[in-house]
């Protein structure tokens, strides 16, 4: 019942930037919790970073100091904002929202994944 759409990844040097974002078409994100997670060749899913109903954020340790989650509730959009990216970070983000709140569209979320390609 809910859908979740990923756009913003791409091709980007070291130490550049960029944001990603997650829509979804309900209004989802002030009542649970998001996460974004990546996925590079050949290695598991990881999570990089959630953020609460709350707005309370976590980052994992490879992100901390580089990497923001955030939210527009208004837009219905949680964004990752991506700062000196490094190549290590190359991946496929996910973002993920297991939605308690309204129970009507209760569910485990998923969108489809951008690229995020870092490469000189």
């Known amino acids: 019942q809910v859908q979740l759409v990923e756009s913003g990844g791409g091709l980007v040097q070291p130490g550049g930037s960029l944001r990603l974002a997650c829509a979804a078409s309900?209004?989802?994100?002030?009542?649970?919790?998001v996460g974004w997670y990546r996925q590079a060749p050949g290695k598991q899913r990881e999570l990089v970073a959630t953020?609460?109903?709350?707005?309370?954020?976590n980052y994992a340790d490879s992100v901390k100091g580089r990497f923001t989650i955030s939210r527009d509730d208004a837009k219905n959009i949680v964004y990752l904002q991506m700062n000196n990216l490094r190549p290590e970070d190359t991946a496929v983000y996910s973002c993920?929202?297991?939605?308690?709140?309204?129970?009507?569209?209760?569910?485990?979320?998923w969108g489809q994944g951008t690229q995020v390609t870092v490469s000189s």
């Open positions: 309900g209004s989802i994100f002030s009542s649970n919790a």
């Open positions: 993920n929202c297991n939605v308690a709140v309204p129970f009507r569209l209760r569910g485990d979320y």
């Open positions: 953020i609460t109903g709350g707005r309370k954020t």
